[in-house]
């Protein structure tokens, strides 16, 4: 509740989304995405979250604009589902990447999804990005190690679009075996590498990115979004040959670590230089032009 407070006190993230909707209203640009705001200040993101699904609901699931979701009964992930719209979803729709005060949109710049490429979703939560992946045409590969999400979100997204297909392994620097913390209240902040969180541990299977393409034939990797609560430096020490044989298209998290911007940045040049690399919110972008 405290940071909730904080949040729409100057200075807090909220506050700065209020301050650029007036500014917007001054110069009578209001946009679908200062109403959101609007609603996220005054009474809330689950609220906000309701407020989109009632929008876009269609018979038993959601279609904005041609990305198909299921419909949530987690109040946490309906707040999520509000944020990652704004995001991520916002952007590709109305091609507005302006007033963007959160951790950014996937698909920017050189970073984009063609038809049939071959896309790795790290982190696929309830599969948001997966749906958006394949609505632009994309071969889905959806890792999500954590049984409770898949089971009552991922499986759900999946059936509802083409070509996702779900994987249940955490993408890490070993193929084996690690420890996750696993948050009920918030479960898509699970997390192999943030010690110290609340929630229970469980035991998930690990594997490479570069063992998994070999193991399973795949043809090629041409694009790697990664949110995966620190974990983003293991995936990519484990998808060395990867970077290096297909030089995939990168849109990776960059805000939970400190020192995240820096490793990874590293572990991508270290496995291929001729990556071009730009930051941006709270993401690193990266490609290697053709």
Known sequence: MLEKIKARLPGGIYFQDLMKVFSDALKKKITVRDKYLLEIFFVGSYYAGNSLS???????????????????????????????????????????????NGEGPYLYHQVQIQKDDIVIDAGANMGMFSALASHLGGIVYAFEPVKEIREKYLEKTAQLNHDINIVPLALSNKTGIAEIYVNSNNLGGSSIMLQGQSGTKEIIPTITLDDWVKQNNIPKVNFIKADIEGAERLMLEGAHWVLKTYAPKLAICTYHLPDDKEVLTNLILQANPNYKIEYAWKKLYAWVEK
């Open 54 to 100: 009632k929008l876009y609901r269609e018979n038993n699931h959601l279609n904005i604009n041609g990305i198909l979701l299921p419909i949530l009964t987690d109040n946490i992930l309906k707040g999520n589902l509000i944020t990652e719209f704004l995001d991520f979803i916002y952007p590709y729709l109305y091609n507005d990447y302006s007033n963007n």
